[in-house]
């Protein structure tokens, strides 16, 4: 089966432990807000490529990958194309490739639970915890993804939680104390990012012919990030600014 890629990055330090190679799918059914990547929300597009191909990718740059690197799966939404995934995932592993998946738990079917019960390491990504303001910033519930969180746990499968600070839309502290409660009896989380809010996207919305909703959103100040910060601190002894 054929992947739909939207594009890659080699030697990535920022999805999952160590250097490594990230593979962005194409396709999301979330539709956030802050989108750094606009052009892989639709399910059209992107190139057409083998796991053949990817794998030989991976191979090339693992002398690189040291102990802790390898490769990760982002997107748009990985899962959304679990059922190719799951066999390539399996090559990569039996050639010693560590593989992370960078999620929004968004999706569940069977192929996704295969793909998560494989993955090393999984990378999930939690919006916002209250439902409602969920629904606003993505354009979908936030149900799925605590329940993914929830077969995590369940399942002993280790995950980093990641949950990106926008001003006036994340960042409330009843909103943060809320997720920290929840989560803070998990034994799978390896480490709690937070992640600063970030307009790179914004000349991609353009390109499309999209309006940016969030372009007087201010980035955050140092003071809003380490605020954050000493909550989670109270909750986790791995929570880092990322």
Known sequence: MKLKVHSYESMGTYDGPGLRLVVFLQGCPFKCLYCANPDTMTFEGGTETSSGEILKMALNQKPFFGKKGGVTFSGGEPTAQAEALVPLVKELQENGINVCIDTNGGI???????????ADLVLLDVKQFDPRKHIVLTGRPNTQTLETARWLEEHGRPFWLRYVLVPGISDAEEDIRALCRHFSGYRMIRRVEILPYHTLGISK?????MEYSLKDVPLNTGEQLERAKSIFDEYFGCAVLN
């Open 108 to 118: 569940w079917n069977s192929h996704v639970e295969e793909l998560f019960g494989l």
């Open 205 to 209: 919305y353009e390109s499309l012919g």
